[in-house]
């Protein structure tokens, strides 16, 4: 901010850092696919995640599954996915009764479209149910646009967009 001062400026202009840490969040997620026929295949993913502003302080995740390979051309792919799994959540808060593991269902789909030579488009979803609460849901929808800026180097701008239905 700027405080009125009778000498040349006239002004005098005042800032207040805050050095210590206000947010955070980490995520990483692995993914191995293999295909067992030109339209079937097989996967597993595990993940981690951390949001303490979202109330979650660790989150693990497993999942296997299959998957349809339902459009495999050069210049545009989609295929969706159907898995099983096991989540362990470990809440910022822990509430009274609150089930730290449990078993979820995940249905997934991913969509690939390039543009021109040198950029795509690409839309994932993914929705994952507690089959102990089925009330308890997470969506999560990526869009991203890539372009080759050169032969080992390119930009990659994109839109995340989560919904958990019964937050931690």
Known sequence: YAIVDPNPPGYVVVENKTTTLSAESYFFTGRYDHKITDRLFWF???GWERNR???IN????LNAGLGNIWLDQERTKFRTDYALGYTYEDPVFLS???????PTLRLGANFMQKIG??????SDLAVTDNLRHTADWLGVWKNALTTNLNQRLALKA???LLYDNQPA
Not at 117 to 122: G, R, V
Request: glycine fraction near 16%; proline fraction near 8%; avoid cysteine.
């Open 44 to 46: 597993s993913t595990d």
């Open 53 to 55: 502003p979202a109330g």
């Open 58 to 61: 660790n989150r693990f995740v």
């Open 96 to 102: 009274p009764g609150y089930v730290r593991g449990f």
């Open 117 to 122: 030579a040198s950029s795509a488009y690409t």
């Open 158 to 160: 994109g839109l995340d």
